[in-house]
């Protein structure tokens, strides 16, 4: 049985920092891309930012690409989302998603897996 369990979430000041971690039980993170996304209310759940199974490859929505930071433990089997300078507009829960494929994966659609998100809150 695969589970995502995410954590790391909270409220913190404009500018501020917060790690989220994923950790997966039931697949193995090398042998998939794994993805973050978020969702705030009254919106779509969005691509954030993901790491591609295999070739150690990443990739980034444009709304984070220099201040968010995904990476990997593999001995751990987790996911890590650094996330730094945090505005109020990245206020949303963040999900942490899953899929066999070493294709660069983007669309919430092409995920199998999908924790149960952790909240996000920046104060201005």
């Known amino acids: 049985q695969v589970q995502l369990v995410e954590s790391g979430g909270g409220l913190v000041q404009d500018g501020g920092s917060l790690r989220l971690s994923c950790r997966a039980s039931?697949?193995?993170?090398?042998?998939?891309?794994m993805g973050w996304f978020r969702q705030a209310p009254g919106k779509e759940r969005e691509f954030v930012a993901a790491?591609?199974?295999?070739?150690?490859?990443?990739y980034y929505a444009d709304s984070v690409k220099g201040r968010f930071t995904i990476s990997r433990d593999m001995n751990k089997n987790t996911v890590f989302l650094q996330m730094n300078s945090l505005k109020p507009e990245d206020t949303a829960v963040y999900y942490c998603?899953?899929?066999?494929?070493?294709?660069?994966?983007?669309?919430?659609?092409?995920?199998?897996?999908w924790g149960r998100g952790t909240q996000v809150t920046v104060s201005s």
């Open positions: 039931g697949v193995t993170i090398s042998s998939y891309t």
């Open positions: 790491i591609s199974r295999g070739v150690l490859r990443t």
């Open positions: 998603a899953a899929v066999a494929s070493g294709l660069r994966s983007t669309e919430p659609r092409q995920y199998n897996y």
